[in-house]
């Protein structure tokens, strides 16, 4: 299957710094991309749709300015977690979606992130 | 909204069969999924069907729709312990973001 790439896998951090998390989709053009975050013994929770070139969309409750999203290129959508606490410490995945009708998502790796 | 149900938990024994059950309330849902999550790792696709078709099957995996009862399964057979793992029921309409389950934990007893 297609392959989407995620980095880094695993970060630890002070609380108040900013994390920047890639997500890159290797072998296909993805338009769209998708970030979920996921707490532990959960299921997966859509954050927003990055859309390449245009302002992502953010689901209800999630704080544009704290988690900012850009999509700059055809297979690279980023998430910075601005000025993280320990509150933000998940599991955050992202994913795109390929196939002829573009219903077919893989994910990454996924990213470990700890706010001390 | 829309919702996507699951057992959460499942134990089976090396070499039997396993089934995972998956029911949704989307009368609209076109694609519906399987993805398989182990520790640490982010999701892994296993196997997905169009809402046209009644079955698919990949190697040990079976996948059964029931577009009447918005029901799905997946079946495993002859399960190993590398199969242990969560695993994530999801459907869309096609225009909208997936909606996942909640995940069944599979347990394999050796």
């Known amino acids: 299957g297609a392959v989407v790439s995620q980095h880094p896998s695993r970060v630890i951090c002070k609380s108040g710094t900013s994390v920047k998390i890639e997500c890159r989709s290797l072998d296909f053009q993805a338009t769209t991309m998708f970030w979920y975050r996921q707490f532990p013994k959960k299921s997966l929770m859509l954050m927003a749709t990055?859309?390449?070139?245009?302002?992502?969309?953010?689901e209800q409750g999630v704080e544009k300015d704290k988690f900012l999203i850009n999509h700059a290129s055809l297979t690279l959508s980023t998430l910075t977690v601005t000025s993280a606490h320990p509150e933000d410490s998940s599991f955050y995945i992202c994913?795109?979606?390929?196939?002829?009708?573009?219903?077919?998502?893989?994910f990454g790796a996924g990213t470990r992130l700890s706010v001390l | 909204g829309e919702d996507v149900e699951q057992s959460l938990f499942l134990s089976v024994r090396e070499g039997d069969s396993s089934v995972i059950n998956c029911t949704y309330t989307d009368s609209s849902s076109t694609y519906l999924y399987w993805y398989k999550q182990e520790p640490g790792a982010g999701l892994q696709l296993l196997t997905y069907?169009?809402?046209?078709?009644d079955m698919k099957q990949d190697q040990r995996l079976t996948v059964l729709l029931n577009k009447k009862d918005k029901h799905l399964s997946l079946r495993i057979a002859d399960t190993q312990t590398g199969d242990s793992a969560i695993y994530f029921c999801?459907?869309?309409?096609?225009?909208?973001?997936?909606?996942f389950g909640k995940g069944t934990r599979l347990s394999v007893i050796a």
């Open positions: 999801a459907e869309t309409d096609g225009n909208t973001p997936l909606v």
């Open positions: 069907i169009f809402s046209n078709m």
């Open positions: 990055s859309n390449e070139g245009s302002k992502a969309t953010y």
């Open positions: 994913s795109a979606p390929t196939g002829r009708t573009k219903n077919i998502q893989y």
